[in-house]
Structure formats: C-alpha cells, structure tokens
C-alpha cells in the first residue's frame, strides 16, 4: 500500500524526517536549514541543478557528512551521533562503487554479511535479488565484465539486499544512456512499488524525477524551493526559478489586475483565481496560439525545433521578450513569415515569489 | 579523532627515536659548559679541510645529478615510449642497484676501475685516484631513479596531445618542446632533487671509493667520530647537513606539489610501440649498451672477483673465524643481517603502515601535512645521522638501549619507514573515498572497512612496501656502521671492514661477502618486481 503523498506531514508514517537540516563548506551553506519529511513506503525525487545541495542531502541522512545544525530523525529517532553503518538506511552512488575485488555475488552479499547473515541466508538472498533485478545466475561474474546498465542493477541489488527501511539513490540513472534510462526508470517505480520501499532520490532530469516520484521536491541554493505531487509541480511551478528549471522560457514580469496581466507582450488573459499586483507571469508554450499576424501580438518566426510530437517555434515580437509556442507539425510556419499571437488563459501560471528583473 | 589516534604510535615512534638523538646532536654540538655556542658553527666553518669538504660535496653531487640525467633521460624515453622483447626484464635489472647496498657498489666499481680491477688488468686505467669512479658510482645507483620518475610519467603521458600540436602547426621538435617537455618537467625536477639529496649524502660509495683524496660532508662525520674522536665537530657538521637537507626536501616537496597539476594520463599499454627506423633502432641500442656497460659490467666484475682465487677460496675462508678482522667468522654476517633486516621490517611495517593509514585523508590538515614531511627526513637526513644520534643519545639514561641487540633494527626501520610511507600512501590514497563509505552505508563498521575495502586493494602494496624496508635494511651501512658491535657485524659492515684491511685475502672475502649480499637483495628485488607486474590477480 502506498500512502496518498503531497505534502503529508505529521509524525505517523514520517519514517524520515529533516528539520532546519545545515551544512556548511566553509562559511557557504550548501544546505540551508531544509525541512523534509517522507513517509513509510513513499517516493520521494529530489530534483535540483548541480550545486543546489541535493547530493548532500542524502549524505546528511545516510551520516556520511555531519550536520552543522538541525536534525536528522528516522522512525522518530535523533540520528546525531549514530555512525552510517548503524543507521540501516541504504545509498546508491551516483556512479555505483561496486567493489572491484569482489565479484557480483560478493558485491551483493556484502550487506548482509556484515549484519552477520549465515552463508546459507546470504546466498539465498543474493540469488533472490539477482534475479529481481534481472540478472539471475550472475554470482561468479567479475564487475569489470559488466555493461552500464548491469551495474546500475547490481548497486541496487547490493543497496537493497541488507532490507534498509529508507533506500536513497544519488543520481540512479545518470550515466546511462536514454533509452536504457527510460527503461530502467519504468522497471524501478514497478520494482520499488511491489516491495513497498521507502525511496529517497536526487536527479537532476525532470523525467526521471517525474517519472519515479510520488513526490517531487525541488531544491535550490541549498534551500526547497517548491514540494509536491510532479502533476502539481509541473501544473504550478512555485516561482520562475522551478519554471525555468522544468524548461519554460516563456516567463515575463507583469502586472496583474482581475483578469488581465499587463507585460511586455500586452496585455494577457489570467486565470480567475490568480493573486494580484506584480508578479512574475508563465505562458506554456501550448498558450501561445499563432493567429492572423493583423488579430494579436504581431511576431517575426526566429526559428523552428522539431521536438517529435509537436515543433517549437520561438517567435521574436518587437521590443519584447521571445515567445515559444508549440505547434502541430502541419501548421507550423516557416522562419521569416509574420504572424499574431494570442494567448490561452488556461495555460497561463501567475508565479509566487520575486519575478525577474 | 581516530586518525589522531593511528598518528600517536608513529609520533612516538619519531619522537624518541628521531627527535631525541637529534636533540642530543644540537646539545652535544653547540652546549659548552652548560650554555650554548652558536659560535661553535663559524669556529667549524672557518677551518680549511671543513671547507673543502663542502665544496666537494656540493660540487661532486652536482656533477653526480647532471651526469645522470644525461646518461638516464634517454633510457626514460625508450622505457617509456618503446616497445621491445625483453623490456620487463630490463626493467628489473636497472631497478636492481637502487636497492643495492652501497658497499657493494662501492666494492663492485673497486673490483672495476680501481687497483688491480679489470680496466687496470687490461689497460693500466686506474679511476679510484680520480673523482670519476664516485660519479659513475652515483650514476649507477640513480640511473632506476630518473628512469622511473620520469619515466613513469612519460609513458602515461597522452600522446594524442602532441599529435594535436602537430595537426595546429607544430613540428616533431616544437611539438616536443611546447607540449611532452612542460609536462615533464616537474618530473625531471623532482628526480634531479632526489638524485641531488642521495648523492649530496653519499656515504658508503665515497667510504669505499674516495680513498683519502675525497671526502663527503657525511664521511667526514664519520672520520671525526670513529677517527678523531671529535665528538662536537662532528655533531656541528651534522646540524650543517640537516639544514641542507631539510632545504633540499623542502624544494622536493614544493615541486611534487607542483606536478600535481591536471595531466591527461593514460594506460602506459597504449603509448608504447616498436622502435622505428634506424635513428629510433639506434637509440635502443645505445641504451641497452649503457646499461650493459654502466650496469651489469661492475656486478659481473664483482662475481668474477669473488672467485678469483682457486674454487671457493674465499667463499671458505669466510666460514673461519682466525682472521684476527672479527670476533667470529664473517660468514655470521649473513645471520646477523637477516635477522636484523627481518626485525627492522615489521618495526617499519607497522610504524609505516599506521603513518600511512593516518595520512590516507585528503582532507588532512596541516598538522598532518607537517607529519608527512617528517616522516621524509630520516630518508634525506642520512643514515650518518641516524647512527650519530643513536650513538650519542641512547647509550645513557634514561634510554640505555646500548648493550641490546635492538638498536641496530631501530635504526634500520627508521630509515625503512619513509619507504613505507612512500608506497603503501599512492595506493591508500587511490582507494576511492566512496567506495569505503559504500561500505559504510552497507554496516561495516570503520574496522571492517579497513579489512574489508582498504586491505584487499593495498595487500600487494603492503608486501613491495615490506620487500623495500627489507632491502634497505639489509644493505644499511650508514647508521649501522656506528652502532653495531664487533661482536655482532651485518653484512655491509663486514665488507667494509674487510676492505679496511690490506691483502688479496681481505680483498677476495670482502668481493665474496658482497656477491652473497647483493644476490640477497636482488632476490629480495625480483620477488617484489614479479608481485608488481603480476597482471593475473584481482586487479
């Protein structure tokens, strides 16, 4: 059973819980005062640019880097002063560490031989978990010999075999290529799904994040800039810089008043219940409607990507911002043609916090 | 705290065992009366014959690193850079005198250019009265040091590199010049300064080959000691030379420092390839002719000596013990000396293994950085010093260590230990941090990530680490030779004891005594240059 997600707080079910998490490298605070909770068996993507602290978060929970301040609990628990190897909650590195010396059933079984497993215990598990992560028969293998993706499903097996009650994943899926990515992304949601796992990730990719998360939680600057479900997040981006980061370009500082924002490209049509005054305002591209160059914002087409189901088109009105829009592949124009825009309120965000300069 | 806590037995160890008998040669040399003399250092400076010595010293050493780079920096090209039949052998052979005791250098270059050696057999040519013979002695024990250094680096240098200076313009030479030759160039500087501070300290080769003519900073320590009986001239000239070589260690570390610049290195496999055309055939052979002559030919000389009279004569004679030279027959060296060397082994192993575990850390700050380059001193402050120390400092209360058998292994690992150091701290420092923390998450605890990650990966560096302080130990004169009792002499004492003395039978026994030693540690050598090779283990 899988707990309902967004922003579930309170003590029961909170299996790991960070609060006013600190790290500081000399004197910058990689990790600013961070409150996250996760419940029993939920997943949890900490999605954020390189730098913005993700990595030292799961170091923080797994006890490889101290806190400067705050707290870390597990099942209510206080973890300062309990050494990593006592914590019982797993970590797979980004780029895997699996003990060259050893071979592919000694990697797995290091786990529980250092919980002091019976060697009967230790070969039946490893032989279980080889084979649920699809690579049954392996033991003897040595870890040189293995491809990307093998690798990638041996540290999981490895991370899973000592049953930690928190599994964290640092970049899980970073070095492969895409569409072992996107494969193996499937197969783990599935995976952590039957066995009812407590995940922890951090990424970098919007995809995966989306893909494996109940629960996404974007991370800047060391601090959380936006929690929630990815439907959420990807609906209402908290501020410009949780836009931006998702992908959208189209974010310009306006004014709103009822139902109209007043910005550079004119004045657009705004959701009913969006705030008021000065704001920073998010057209998705699928808002932009490409009409009669005489019937909207007059534009000049800068360029065309082919994004597979649609094209992007990137429009360059006078004295304004580019504009993107996405258009069906028949009715995109060519680079050069003048064509109006006009905007759809329903695609429209009115973003929180400070807008751009 | 728990890298503090591994620091605290080598500490010890350096603190009385270093730091102590150095103390004692501060207060021996500049306390008269009671209060100190700094004068003392200007009164020593100001006699000629002291003078003398450290010009020769300086300039011999010099002339030692300059002849050496020009006879070895080739050899470093086509190591690096040239693939041929035979080269893992090569490699072994050039390594061999490095580890060679300087006794049998010293007797090896006698047996070849001194009196009644085989280029004065066949043409009158005598070098023991020249300068020369040290110089080459020199070459021959650093030949493996720049080979290796330098080398090392040129062959995991990227060629490609040069290649992209050439596809922008440049030729072969400019290319060489503005790409391989800055790369290299700490690398030829560390080595330099290495080979500068070994020959800068030579001892045992100028003991046995300066005759009275030439006399080192470090000989001459040892003559006012052992010959002179001046005990504080002695430890003012100990001070000169600890200052000098603290100098030279400092500019050493300074340009290691500096070599740890971002290099694209690459598996030296794929750099390496047949010589082409007759300049590059020509190279090679010079090469394998250089170390023919300068390498092989003194310790083939050295063989032949020993047998020089009928059968085993002097082989035999070793085994009585009526030379009126020893309280016991000579050949007891060969026991002494390994039961010593083994002694001084574990002490360096553990001592050297502990510093380096505790220097393992990146991170480590600088009270641990101050502790690395301790631990390098006894490696430049000479062996003369050590023994000094140790004949001075722990012969009275409150450590009188004179009458035990275990002073001479204390000196020996002390002088083993930055050896240790030196090879167990590349492979520790290898071993990715991640990979003990994986460890970690996984409940191993810090002592089973030791057993279960560290150890594995650094048990081969462990045994080359052991085979060295082996090899050195055994081959150990300088500190030795104040320090053992005549009772109980080690092998390169003996033989220059041996050699103290007139007579062809002296002479003979003193070639066979060093024939016994220098197969030892070639064995000792080519059992450590096999461990390292061996490709067919776990990684």
Same mark, same amino acid.
């Given at each position: 059973?899988?707990?309902?997600?967004?922003?579930?707080?309170?003590?029961?079910?909170?299996?790991?819980?960070?609060?006013?998490?600190?790290?500081?490298?000399?004197?910058?605070?990689?990790?600013?005062?961070?409150?996250?909770?996760?419940?029993?068996h939920?997943?949890?993507?900490?999605?954020?640019?390189?730098?913005?602290?993700?990595?030292?978060?799961?170091?923080a929970?797994?006890g490889?880097q101290?806190?400067?301040a705050?707290r870390?609990?597990?099942?209510?628990?206080?973890?300062?002063?309990?050494?990593?190897?006592?914590?019982?909650?797993?970590?797979?590195?980004?780029?895997?560490?699996?003990?060259p010396?050893?071979?592919?059933?000694?990697?797995?079984?290091?786990?529980?031989?250092?919980?002091?497993?019976?060697?009967?215990?230790?070969?039946?598990?490893?032989?279980?978990?080889?084979?649920?992560?699809?690579?049954?028969?392996?033991?003897?293998?040595?870890?040189?010999?293995?491809?990307?993706?093998?690798?990638?499903?041996?540290?999981?097996?490895?991370?899973?075999?000592?049953?930690?009650r928190?599994?964290m994943?640092?970049?899980?899926?970073?070095?492969?290529?895409?569409?072992l990515?996107?494969?193996?992304?499937?197969?783990?949601?599935?995976?952590?799904?039957?066995?009812?796992?407590?995940?922890?990730?951090?990424?970098?990719?919007?995809?995966?994040?989306?893909?494996?998360?109940d629960?996404?939680?974007?991370?800047?600057?060391?601090?959380?800039?936006?929690?929630?479900t990815?439907?959420?997040?990807?609906?209402?981006?908290a501020?410009?810089?949780?836009?931006?980061?998702?992908?959208?370009?189209?974010?310009?500082?306006?004014?709103?008043?009822?139902?109209v924002?007043?910005?550079?490209?004119?004045?657009?049509?705004?959701?009913?219940?969006a705030?008021?005054?000065?704001?920073?305002?998010?057209?998705?591209?699928?808002?932009?409607?490409?009409?009669?160059?005489?019937?909207?914002?007059?534009?000049?087409v800068?360029?065309?990507?082919?994004?597979?189901?649609?094209?992007?088109?990137?429009l360059?009105?006078?004295?304004?911002?580019?504009?993107?829009?996405?258009?069906a592949?028949?009715?995109?124009?060519?680079?050069?043609?003048?064509?109006?825009?006009?905007?759809?309120?329903?695609?429209?965000v009115v973003?929180?916090?400070?807008?751009?300069? | 705290?728990?890298?503090?806590?591994?620091?605290?037995?080598?500490?010890?160890?350096?603190?009385?065992?270093?730091?102590?008998?150095?103390?004692?040669?501060?207060?021996?040399?500049?306390?008269?009366?009671?209060?100190?003399?700094?004068?003392?250092?200007?009164?020593?400076?100001?006699?000629?014959?002291?003078?003398?010595?450290?010009?020769?010293? *300086?300039?011999?050493?010099?002339?030692?690193?300059?002849?050496?780079?020009?006879?070895?920096?080739?050899?470093?090209?086509?190591?690096?850079?040239?693939?041929?039949?035979?080269?893992?052998? #090569?490699?072994?052979?050039?390594?061999?005198?490095?580890?060679?005791? $300087?006794?049998?250098?010293?007797?090896?270059?006698?047996a070849l250019?001194?009196?009644?050696?085989?280029?004065?057999?066949?043409?009158?040519?005598?070098?023991?009265?020249?300068?020369?013979?040290?110089?080459?002695?020199?070459?021959?024990?650093?030949?493996?040091?720049?080979?290796?250094?330098?080398?090392?680096?040129?062959?995991?240098?990227?060629?490609?590199?040069?290649?992209?200076?050439?596809?922008?313009?440049?030729?072969?030479?400019?290319?060489?010049?503005?790409? *391989?030759?800055?790369?290299?160039?700490?690398?030829?500087?560390?080595?330099?300064?290495?080979?500068?501070?070994?020959t800068?300290?030579?001892? +045992?080769?100028?003991?046995?080959?300066?005759?009275?003519?030439?006399?080192?900073?470090?000989?001459?320590?040892?003559?006012?000691?052992?010959?002179?009986?001046?005990?504080?001239?002695?430890?003012?000239?100990?001070?000169?030379?600890?200052?000098?070589?603290?100098?030279?260690?400092?500019?050493?570390?300074?340009?290691v420092?500096r070599?740890? $610049?971002?290099?694209?290195?690459?598996?030296?496999?794929?750099?390496?390839?047949?010589?082409?055309?007759?300049?590059?055939?020509?190279?090679?052979?010079?090469?394998?002719?250089?170390?023919?002559?300068?390498?092989?030919?003194p310790?083939?000389?050295l063989?032949?000596?020993?047998?020089? %009279?009928?059968?085993f004569a002097?082989?035999?004679?070793?085994?009585?013990?009526?030379?009126?030279?020893?309280?016991?027959?000579?050949?007891?060296?060969?026991?002494?000396?390994?039961?010593?060397?083994?002694?001084? $082994?574990?002490?360096?192993?553990?001592? +050297?293994?502990?510093? %380096?575990?505790?220097?393992?850390r990146?991170?480590?700050?600088?009270?641990?950085?101050?502790?690395?380059?301790?631990?390098?001193?006894?490696?430049?402050?000479?062996?003369?010093?050590?023994?000094? +120390?140790?004949?001075?400092?722990l012969?009275?209360?409150?450590?009188n260590?004179?009458?035990?058998?275990?002073?001479?292994?204390?000196?020996? %690992?002390?002088?083993?230990?930055p050896?240790?150091?030196?090879?167990?701290l590349?492979?520790?420092?290898?071993?990715?941090?991640?990979?003990?923390?994986?460890?970690?998450? #996984?409940?191993?605890?810090?002592?089973?990530?030791?057993?279960?990650?560290?150890?594995p990966?650094?048990?081969?560096?462990?045994?080359?680490?052991?085979?060295?302080?082996?090899?050195?130990?055994? +081959?150990?004169?300088?500190?030795?030779?104040?320090?053992?009792?005549?009772?109980?002499?080690?092998?390169?004492v003996?033989?220059?004891?041996?050699?103290?003395?007139?007579?062809?039978?002296?002479?003979?026994?003193?070639?066979?005594?060093?024939?016994?030693?220098?197969?030892?540690?070639?064995?000792?050598?080519?059992?450590?240059?096999?461990?390292?090779?061996?490709?067919?283990?776990?990684?």
């Amino acid at each position: 059973m899988r707990l309902g997600s967004s922003g579930a707080t309170g003590e029961f079910g909170m299996l790991l819980n960070l609060e006013g998490a600190t790290v500081r490298f000399g004197g910058r605070a990689v990790l600013d005062a961070v409150d996250l909770g996760v419940t029993e068996h939920e997943i949890v993507c900490v999605l954020g640019p390189s730098g913005s602290g993700k990595s030292t978060l799961l170091r923080a929970v797994a006890g490889l880097q101290p806190l400067d301040a705050g707290r870390v609990s597990l099942d209510g628990r206080d973890q300062a002063g309990v050494p990593a190897h006592r914590r019982g909650v797993g970590l797979m590195f980004q780029d895997h560490q699996l003990f060259p010396q050893r071979d592919v059933g000694g990697n797995v079984a290091f786990g529980p031989r250092m919980h002091g497993e019976s060697k009967g215990e230790r070969a039946a598990r490893v032989r279980e978990l080889l084979e649920l992560v699809g690579l049954p028969g392996s033991e003897r293998r040595a870890v040189a010999s293995l491809s990307g993706g093998e690798q990638q499903r041996v540290a999981l097996a490895r991370a899973l075999a000592p049953r930690p009650r928190l599994l964290m994943l640092d970049e899980p899926l970073g070095q492969l290529d895409r569409s072992l990515r996107e494969r193996l992304v499937v197969e783990l949601r599935e995976l952590f799904g039957e066995l009812g796992t407590t995940v922890l990730a951090v990424t970098h990719d919007q995809g995966e994040a989306f893909a494996l998360a109940d629960r996404v939680v974007v991370m800047r600057d060391g601090r959380i800039a936006q929690s929630g479900t990815p439907l959420e997040v990807w609906q209402r981006p908290a501020d410009e810089f949780v836009a931006r980061f998702l992908g959208f370009d189209n974010v310009v500082a306006a004014t709103v008043s009822g139902q109209v924002a007043d910005t550079p490209w004119g004045k657009v049509p705004v959701p009913e219940d969006a705030p008021q005054g000065a704001a920073a305002l998010l057209v998705r591209p699928a808002g932009v409607r490409l009409v009669a160059p005489a019937e909207g914002l007059r534009c000049g087409v800068a360029a065309r990507t082919f994004r597979g189901t649609h094209v992007a088109v990137h429009l360059q009105p006078q004295d304004a911002p580019r504009l993107e829009a996405a258009c069906a592949l028949r009715e995109a124009p060519e680079p050069g043609d003048e064509v109006g825009v006009a905007f759809d309120a329903a695609e429209i965000v009115v973003l929180g916090g400070p807008s751009a300069p | 705290m728990a890298r503090l806590g591994l620091m605290t037995v080598p500490v010890a160890f350096f603190a009385v065992f270093f730091a102590y008998p150095v103390a004692a040669i501060v207060a021996r040399g500049l306390k008269v009366d009671g209060g100190w003399q700094f004068g003392r250092i200007f009164d020593v400076l100001a006699q000629s014959d002291i003078r003398h010595v450290l010009w020769f010293t *300086t300039w011999q050493a010099l002339a030692s690193t300059a002849l050496t780079l020009l006879i070895a920096l080739p050899g470093a090209y086509v190591f690096a850079r040239f693939d041929f039949r035979g080269k893992q052998v #090569l490699r072994a052979i050039v390594t061999v005198p490095f580890v060679l005791p $300087t006794v049998v250098v010293g007797t090896a270059f006698l047996a070849l250019v001194g009196r009644g050696g085989l280029l004065d057999e066949m043409w009158g040519v005598r070098l023991d009265t020249t300068v020369w013979a040290i110089l080459l002695a020199h070459v021959f024990f650093n030949y493996a040091v720049v080979v290796r250094t330098v080398g090392g680096l040129w062959s995991q240098l990227d060629p490609r590199q040069e290649e992209a200076a050439r596809m922008l313009g440049a030729s072969r030479f400019a290319a060489w010049r503005t790409v *391989t030759l800055p790369a290299l160039g700490p690398a030829v500087a560390a080595a330099s300064l290495m080979v500068f501070l070994f020959t800068f300290t030579s001892f +045992g080769v100028v003991q046995i080959l300066g005759g009275p003519t030439f006399s080192t900073l470090e000989v001459e320590i040892y003559r006012q000691t052992s010959e002179i009986f001046d005990l504080s001239t002695a430890a003012v000239l100990t001070l000169l030379q600890f200052v000098a070589v603290g100098a030279i260690l400092a500019v050493h570390a300074w340009t290691v420092r500096r070599r740890e $610049t971002a290099l694209r290195l690459v598996d030296p496999a794929v750099t390496a390839r047949r010589p082409r055309g007759p300049g590059q055939w020509a190279l090679l052979a010079a090469v394998l002719a250089t170390v023919a002559v300068l390498l092989v030919l003194p310790l083939a000389v050295l063989v032949e000596r020993s047998f020089g %009279a009928p059968g085993f004569a002097y082989y035999e004679r070793l085994t009585s013990d009526d030379s009126g030279i020893f309280l016991v027959a000579p050949i007891e060296a060969v026991g002494n000396s390994l039961e010593y060397a083994v002694t001084a $082994t574990a002490i360096a192993v553990v001592i +050297g293994g502990l510093a %380096a575990a505790a220097l393992t850390r990146r991170d480590a700050g600088r009270l641990v950085r101050g502790f690395d380059a301790l631990l390098m001193l006894p490696l430049g402050v000479s062996a003369v010093t050590v023994g000094f +120390g140790f004949l001075i400092a722990l012969d009275e209360p409150p450590l009188n260590l004179r009458a035990s058998w275990i002073l001479v292994p204390l000196a020996q %690992a002390l002088v083993g230990v930055p050896f240790v150091v030196r090879t167990m701290l590349p492979v520790l420092r290898a071993v990715d941090v991640r990979l003990r923390e994986a460890a970690a998450v #996984l409940g191993a605890s810090p002592w089973r990530v030791w057993r279960e990650v560290d150890l594995p990966m650094v048990r081969r560096a462990l045994l080359i680490a052991a085979g060295f302080a082996f090899a050195v130990s055994l +081959g150990e004169f300088g500190a030795t030779v104040f320090i053992a009792r005549p009772d109980n002499p080690t092998l390169p004492v003996a033989v220059a004891r041996l050699l103290g003395h007139p007579g062809a039978l002296n002479y003979g026994q003193a070639m066979a005594l060093s024939t016994i030693l220098m197969v030892v540690c070639a064995v000792a050598l080519l059992v450590l240059e096999r461990l390292r090779t061996d490709r067919t283990g776990e990684f």
